[in-house]
């Protein structure tokens, strides 16, 4: 998966997570909970799984650079 595909799925998905777990105590819905909490988990796991240097593989953690910090190549 191309980095910038990543960047906006991890952007989609917390954004998600965090537009439906007021929406879920509003409307008091364990449903609506659930579904925030696996978006929020879902986006986690895309970030530690995903979110790796093209070139070296290395994970590039919170890094928003456009430089990986492991093999200085241009992400
Ligand atoms: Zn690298």
Do not use: D, N
């Amino acid at each position: 998966m191309k980095l910038g595909r990543v960047r906006l799925l991890m952007v989609v998905l917390s954004a998600l997570a965090l537009l439906l777990f007021p929406v879920a105590s509003m409307l008091k819905s364990e449903l609506i909970m659930y579904g925030a909490l696996l978006c929020f988990v879902l986006s986690a796991l895309v970030w530690y799984g995903f979110f790796r240097c093209p070139h070296c593989h290395k994970f590039l953690g919170q890094s928003t650079k456009t430089v990986c910090p492991h093999c200085k190549k241009r992400l």
